[in-house]
């Protein structure tokens, strides 16, 4: 039974930071690709980064590039992102997720919902203005 478990989140003031993370226990073989989503109250589930788990090769939403970044250590099966210069609308829960199997269409494509099989039960982030 694969389980994902986030913590980090937490009250941040406008320009501040927060690391998430992300256990991972479970896989029989690891997953091929990690993942961080957040959803906001009435909205859609955003994909913001991805990480291959075998070369360690990121992908961003357009959304967070160049503030977020998406990290791993595979000998603790943990996952991380950092996210710096928060921003109010920045605030959501934010999820990680994992994929199990290759996926050739790209990372914008990828960072959609319906392709990852696992996913954690989420940890807020309040950024306040």
């Known amino acids: 039974q694969v389980r994902l478990v986030e913590s980090g989140g937490g009250s941040v003031q406008a320009g501040g930071s927060l690391r998430l993370s992300c256990a991972a226990s479970g896989y029989t073989g690891g997953p091929y690709y990690m993942g961080w989503f957040r959803q906001a109250p009435g909205q859609e589930r955003e994909g913001l980064a991805a990480i291959n788990s075998a070369t360690s090769k990121t992908g961003y939403s357009d959304s967070v590039k160049g503030r977020f970044t998406i990290s791993q250590d595979n000998a603790e099966n943990t996952l991380y992102l950092q996210m710096n210069n928060l921003k109010p609308e920045d605030s959501a829960m934010y999820y990680c997720?994992?994929?199990?199997?290759?996926?050739?269409?790209?990372?914008?494509?990828?960072?959609?919902?319906?392709?990852?099989?696992?996913w954690g039960q989420g940890t807020q982030v309040t950024v306040s203005s």
């Open positions: 997720a994992a994929r199990l199997s290759a996926f050739y269409g790209g990372w914008g494509p990828l960072l959609l919902r319906g392709n990852w099989d696992y």
